[in-house]
């Protein structure tokens, strides 16, 4: 898990529950398709793995 993933916002999260919201914010994501580049560790897995109904990933 020493790489990075590249993570696009494809699905807004309007109708979504308060904590999905939450955890696109803490991504860095803030319009739909923008694509942020963090490294992979459990917390960002944790994180993506809650929107990931909102989220492509990919890994680099």
């Known amino acids: ?32 398709y923008q694509t942020v580049i963090h490294d992979d560790t459990p917390n960002m897995r944790g994180m993506i793995r809650t929107v990931e109904h909102l989220v492509t990933v990919e890994e680099i």
């Open 1 to 32: 898990m020493a790489g990075k993933l590249k993570i696009t916002y494809t699905r807004s999260a309007i109708r979504m529950v308060e904590r999905h919201k939450r955890a696109v914010r803490a991504l860095g994501l803030r319009k739909l």
